[in-house]
């Protein structure tokens, strides 16, 4: 493994970087399109835009999308990916993964996450600083767990799922695609497609396509 380009110039993008970094990537380059307005990602250097990253993908070994927010990961990874880079994932030395665990291409495992036996995690997702994945849960492409939140054994997230910081959801508990789990909240039931939950239990705040 030797230089990993990151597309996305952001505070998350350092912490990819970081944990890239510590887990054997030589150099670590990022693109972003405030290019050339930024230059610099804290001790990183922003290189170009995403265009430039097309431009120089056989300059890289790998590459990977530091963004946020689940949509635009989603495009920009799909992007990447349909112009034959080859996208890869990047999980922290600390991060405690089950031999029996499956991790999609793009997804990112920060520090002292855990990921237990026979889950599954998708595509393109952000298991964020100490975010704990109970056994047999499958989460979908493009998810964001934030810092501490906890899946309970067996709970499906669909694609796009957005779980906030300190947030819990219940064992067997089903996410339907594209739901937002406020901070803090705690997950008892279903939550159909698209609504945004907060609280204790957690209620509907209001519905998003
Ligand atoms: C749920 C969330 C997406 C709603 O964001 P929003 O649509 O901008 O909503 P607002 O901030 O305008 O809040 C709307 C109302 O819900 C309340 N609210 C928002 N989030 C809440 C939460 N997590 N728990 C309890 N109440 C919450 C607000 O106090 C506000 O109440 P009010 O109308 O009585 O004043 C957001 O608050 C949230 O929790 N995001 C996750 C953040 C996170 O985990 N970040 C980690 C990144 S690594």
Redesign the pocket.
């Given at each position: 493994m030797k230089r990993l380009a990151i597309l996305g110039a952001s505070g998350h993008g350092k912490v990819v970087a970081d944990a890239a970094s510590l887990s054997g990537w030589r150099e670590v380059i990022f693109f972003d399109d405030a290019w050339p307005t930024i230059t610099q990602n804290g001790p990183w250097k922003v290189s170009g835009s995403s265009a430039d990253i097309m431009a120089q993908a056989s300059e890289f070994d790998g590459v990977i999308v530091a963004i946020?927010n689940n949509r635009v990961r989603k495009d920009l990874q799909r992007e990447l990916s349909v112009a034959g880079l080859n996208v890869v994932s990047v999980v922290h030395p600390s991060a405690t993964i089950s031999y029996f665990a499956e991790i999609g291409a793009g997804s990112v495992v920060f520090a002292n996450a855990v990921i237990n036996a026979c889950a599954s995690i998708g595509s393109g997702c952000i298991v964020?600083t100490g975010a704990v994945v109970e056994h047999d849960c499958l989460v979908g492409d493009f998810c964001h767990l934030?810092?501490n939140a906890v899946l309970a054994g067996g709970v499906s997230a669909g694609e796009l799922v957005w779980v906030?910081?300190g947030a819990s959801v219940k064992q067997l508990v089903v996410l339907g695609e594209g739901v937002?789990v406020?901070?803090?909240?705690v997950v008892l039931r279903d939550i159909p497609a698209g609504h945004?939950v907060?609280?204790v239990p957690a209620r509907t705040?209001y519905f998003q396509e």
């Open positions: 946020g964020n934030s810092p906030g910081a937002t406020g901070m803090g909240s945004v907060i609280g705040l």
